[in-house]
């Protein structure tokens, strides 16, 4: 490796938890540390990091990446790729069960062979985490591994070096959240850090939590044959707020694995590595447990208490979502470390905001885009713009369609599922939607780029809908809000009432 030299910047990679190194402020015993000025140090080589580094980099070629832990990215080595490939092999293999729906016979002879699916979501994921790796390199000397930790709100410790900045981007990632008795379980409980590693699967399998990617993973275990038991403490799948939604969410996914909400659970060793879940009203002995329980951020001995400014009950100091700027420091916190919304689009978007705000002297407040967050099970979950539960009822007025008897999701065989749209009450804007339902990715992306233009319902009516297609389904919900609003001009095609023929709506 090149001998060490001033840069104007320095990229440290932190994507996961480790113990605190023997730093702290003020004076230190042993020899001295090796003191180099830079302009800006990054704190993260995870998604939001590298975000944060293109922006940088249009500014100067001049940095160094200090890594401490696998590179790739979250989402490339253990989140949305490798689960995303999982849930395609788990799709393939129940579309048998509705083959004989289309007259097509022979079904009951396919058969899934897990250890080859699991090696095919392995050859994905390292094909995606090496194209990530691509991003970092080449980088020679300005690559240096090693841990960061903050000495005050211009300074970062790594290894025998001190790093003096002018500022600062902490994007540490987060880590899955395993609780302590838990982890006496050893190898029974692991979480998605662990899971895609697995060459076979386990026959009974046990999903403690239902968020996004417990609901993902426990369906496509389901559909790939195992005995799923999923519980979670929450009375809603997925962070659904709307209650209609929430329920036939969880109506359908009740079709296909055992559920259990409102629930806190015990997990204890049951002899041969099984493990015996139990909970008021009930037991069950696994073979495995997935911890989907949620993600914390990599915090410790980070040093966060040497920037002088408050934090809250979890550690976190105050953020600006719109400079990613801690308090009136010149240190900014980017990714999902900062509980903001723990989504890849929203950690690029604030490793951006990072980056940009870093190295301009005039602080611009970058307006964020659309909320927008989608979970792939079956019905797909997506939701946009504002959610149910943030709603004024008296201001808004909501329409609804449900797919059981739309024709182009019955031709499909994918009739289930309901989206509810809201709009403003006053003048029809489009305020937000939630829906669980088919290509439910594709109508939320539709609907994010109406409330993004600040269009109302009358304007979206105005758009061609082709037939047969899912979309009309959308057409319906908007009609049902526009029933309820003035009517538009006679000669305005958005005035255009449905024909009321299945067939042709």
């Known amino acids: 490796m090149e001998p060490w030299k001033t840069v104007d910047v320095l990229l440290v990679a932190q994507e996961r938890s480790l113990a605190t190194p023997r730093f702290g402020t003020g004076k230190r015993k042993g020899p001295a540390l090796a003191v180099t000025r830079t302009r800006i140090v990054i704190v993260g080589a995870g998604t939001a990091g590298l975000a944060a580094l293109r922006e940088i980099r249009d500014q100067t070629d001049d940095f160094i990446l200090i890594n401490d832990g696998p590179y790739g990215t979250t989402c490339a080595r253990v989140g949305c790729m490798p689960s995303k490939a999982l849930i395609a092999a788990a799709n393939a293999f129940h579309a048998r069960s509705r083959l004989e729906t289309f007259g097509i ?17 392995r050859a994905l994921r390292d094909d995606f985490v090496s194209g990530v790796l691509r991003a970092t390199d080449g980088l020679g000397a300005r690559n240096i591994a090693g841990r960061a930790r903050l000495d005050g709100p211009n300074r970062v410790i790594v290894g025998n070096q001190v790093i003096e900045a002018d500022r600062i981007i902490l994007a540490p990632g ?31 399998i046990g ?22 038991h999923a519980f979670d403490g929450s009375r809603r799948i997925a962070g659904v707020s709307d209650e209609k939604v929430a329920a036939i969410l ?18 204890a060793a049951a002899g041969d590595g099984a ?15 997935l911890a989907a329980v949620g993600r914390s951020p990599n915090f410790d001995g980070l040093g966060l208490e040497t920037l002088g400014v408050p934090l809250d009950s979890r550690g976190m100091p105050k953020v600006d979502p719109t400079t990613m700027r801690i308090a009136d420091t010149d240190v900014f916190l980017a990714g999902d470390a900062n509980g903001h919304n723990p989504l890849l689009h929203e950690g690029t978007d604030e490793g951006h905001i990072a980056g940009i705000c870093a190295t301009h002297s005039e602080q611009a407040e970058l307006r964020r885009r ?15 713009g504002m959610r149910a539960d943030a709603l004024e009822p008296a201001n808004t007025i909501i329409g609804e369609v449900s797919f059981a008897n739309q024709g182009r999701a019955r031709t499909m065989q994918v009739n289930q599922g309901l989206l509810r749209v809201y709009a403003r009450r006053s003048d029809g804007r489009l305020l937000g939607a939630e829906m669980a339902a088919p290509s439910a990715e594709h109508l939320a992306h539709l609907l994010a780029l109406a409330i993004d233009r600040d269009l109302n319902v009358h304007d979206l009516l105005r758009m061609p809908f082709y037939h047969p297609t899912l979309e009309e389904g959308l057409r319906t919900a908007l009609r049902a809000i526009a029933r309820q609003l003035p009517p538009c001009s006679i000669s305005d095609l958005a005035r255009c009432k449905p024909l009321n023929v299945q067939a042709l709506e």
């Open 105 to 121: 016979n022979g079904a009951e002879n396919v058969k899934a062979d897990i250890p080859s699916v699991m090696k095919r979501v």
């Open 174 to 204: 987060s880590s899955p959240i395993v609780p302590g008795p838990w982890k006496k379980l050893g190898d029974s409980v692991f979480t998605t850090d662990s899971f895609f590693e697995l060459e076979d699967l386990p026959r009974r």
């Open 207 to 228: 999903v403690i939590g239902l968020g996004a990617i417990g609901a993902e993973l426990a369906q496509a275990l389901a559909r790939l044959g195992l005995e799923v």
């Open 250 to 267: 969880e109506n359908a996914l009740r079709e296909e694995y055992s559920i259990h909400l409102e629930t806190q659970v015990e997990l």
């Open 275 to 289: 493990v015996a879940i139990s909970w008021n009203g009930g037991s069950v002995i696994v073979d495995k447990v």
């Open 370 to 384: 659309t909320p927008l967050g989608i979970v792939f099970c079956d019905p797909e979950v997506a939701a946009v």
